[in-house]
């Protein structure tokens, strides 16, 4: 029986609309915005329709995956938040490694980088299974509903993504991303090399995702970078 691919393509960021049911949507997340940006849908905005910000839309507005900022040859900051089930399980996690992977290639980035608050179960899990590393803690960095909280700092080298990649397309785990940015499982052994993706304006997606726990719903739906 063949399985419904997960396709992760290109988020319209020119469109207020669409900024303002991703909004409303991410706003119903716990762990996602801080105080200092919760509130502000102007700066959500702006950070959305600026040049330097790509978005990724998970599956029929499934999940959304962005990095701001991101420049050629360095470091990136990204969050990835999956809200519904169908877009949370292996194949996701694949999925993810999959752009991640393309991005890093597409713009030599050396080192992904997240934050996950202290509490944040479900988020600590979902970047592990990844494959990023836990590098440190970063005491009452963000403050949710006016308490600060601790922040654990997460990397994942380029280097260690080649090579989980490697695995996988051993194991026969694959994906590809096509001339429309859309990528899907199925073939990810060849991500990002022949086909280079994603972004017309040459910016990048990157992996920090909020995904379910092994079984179950994910009671908090979010994971913050």
């Known amino acids: 029986m063949n399985q419904k691919k997960i396709q992760l393509r290109l988020f319209d960021n020119k469109k207020p609309e669409n900024i303002s049911k991703l909004w409303l949507k ?12 919760k509130d502000d849908v102007f700066a959500f905005a702006e950070m959305f329709m600026s ?9 029929d507005f499934q999940g959304i995956v962005y990095g701001v900022g991101i420049k ?10 999956l809200w519904d089930e ?10 993810v490694q999959g752009a991640a992977l393309a991005a890093m290639r597409a713009k030599d980035l050396h080192k992904l980088s997240a934050m996950v608050a202290v509490p944040n179960a479900v988020a600590h899990k979902a970047v592990k299974r990844v494959g990023f590393k836990e590098e440190g803690t970063i005491r009452e960095q963000l ?11 997460y990397g994942l080298l380029r280097a ?12 026969g785990a694959s994906g ?8 899907s499982t199925g073939s990810l052994g060849s991500v990002g090399r022949e086909r280079q993706p994603i972004s017309p304006t040459g910016d ?10 092994e079984s179950g719903p994910d009671p908090e739906g979010t994971g913050r970078a």
Not at 26 to 37: I, V
Not at 160 to 171: C, G, H, N, P, T
């Open 160 to 171: 260690e993504l080649e090579e989980l990649y490697l695995k996988r397309e051993l194991d």
């Open 72 to 81: 050629d040859g360095g470091q990136a900051m990204t969050v990835i938040h």
């Open 51 to 59: 040049e330097g910000t790509l978005a990724m839309e998970v599956g």
């Open 26 to 37: 991410m706003r119903e997340a716990q762990w996602l915005f801080d105080d200092s940006f």
């Open 176 to 183: 590809t991303v096509d001339r429309t940015g859309t990528l």
């Open 86 to 95: 169908a877009a949370r399980g292996p194949e996701g996690i694949r999925l």
């Open 204 to 213: 990048t997606p990157t992996a920090t995702p909020d995904i379910q726990r």
């Open 143 to 153: 403050c949710y509903n006016g308490k600060w909280t601790d922040v654990v700092y």
